[in-house]
């Protein structure tokens, strides 16, 4: 007879499991046990569904970690707690994804820099990006943010709040119905709305950076996904057949695909020249998410 003993008894939260998700474990089917929301989620992967921040940090915290010194000496410079972020920590620096992002920008672009002394964004969110170039391109003499009144209105509050007086009086926001009468700059920029934009606006952006630019980055997508391939099953379908017709590479890919994803950077690079007088200078793909790429375009 085998002895039982409660030396190798089951903790009081696996005791729990076996009455609950493990009481289907003799019976659960073999051909799905692996996908989320099954009984998988407590052996191994954790459920990428979970409502909690376990895999948004990982993420975050994995790609700071590699980050290179320079990152954390820009990082050091900033005041980037307003807004109450969700951060990780490395070398006693808390950082969130916005900052991330920025800095990551940033650090691309940093090398071809040097002359520019004037900027323009085309839809700046809060105004992370500025924030940080405006902070560590003391050069810098004008620094114009064209966007819809709604998003100025926030970019210019918290601009105020982050940047000293001296950097925040370089600023100017201009309204995007006006955008046309903005003054040249050395680089006209674009981060992650292009791709929210129609056709017939993005081309008048792009005589805009014709005529009034000899640089343009852009940071945009490379093509669009099904909902269904990242797990949303419940969305509004009008407004997922506004987003898959908006922007210049509308084509629906596979955005953890490799192959797919370097087929789509060809169609991206060339799509994102503001016309056929300008040179993509260099591109990569950007964090976190690898169907972004930059873009860096220098007027011929």
Request: proline fraction near 5%.
């Amino acid at each position: 007879m085998t002895r039982t003993s409660d030396n190798f008894r089951a903790s009081a939260l696996w005791q729990g499991l076996q009455k609950g998700v493990f009481a289907q474990a003799q019976t659960i089917d073999l051909a799905t046990f692996r996908r989320p929301g099954t009984l998988n989620n407590r052996l191994s992967s954790w459920d990428p569904v979970a409502r909690n921040q376990r895999n948004y940090k990982t993420v975050l915290f994995n790609m700071l970690v590699g980050m290179p010194e320079r990152f954390f000496e820009i990082h050091k410079m900033l005041d980037t707690s307003v807004g109450a972020p969700v951060t990780v920590k490395a070398r006693g620096m808390a950082v969130d994804l916005d900052y991330l992002q920025s800095i990551e920008e940033v650090l691309f672009l940093e090398k071809d820099l040097a002359g520019v002394a004037s900027i323009g964004e085309i839809g700046a969110g809060f105004g992370r990006t500025a924030h940080v170039l405006l902070v560590t391109r003391p050069q810098l003499t004008r620094y114009t943010i064209i966007d819809l009144p709604e998003c100025l209105a926030l970019s210019q509050r918290y601009l105020k709040r982050v940047l000293r007086p001296e950097d925040f009086r370089k600023l100017e926001f201009v309204q995007a119905e006006q955008a046309s009468g903005i003054p040249p700059h050395d680089l006209l920029m674009n981060i992650n709305s292009m791709a929210e934009m129609d056709r017939e606006v993005i081309q008048s952006y792009f005589e805009l950076i014709d005529r009034s630019a000899q640089w343009f980055y852009s940071k945009n997508t490379v093509g669009k996904y099904s909902p269904e391939s990242i797990g949303i099953v419940e969305a509004n379908p009008t407004e997922i057949k506004a987003a898959m017709s908006t922007g210049l590479l509308t084509e629906v890919i596979d955005i953890f695909d490799d192959a797919a994803l370097r087929e789509a950077r060809k169609r991206y690079e060339e799509r994102m020249r503001p016309s056929s007088g300008w040179t993509l200078v260099r591109s990569a793909p950007a964090l976190p998410w690898l169907y972004y790429q930059h873009g860096l375009y220098r007027k011929a």
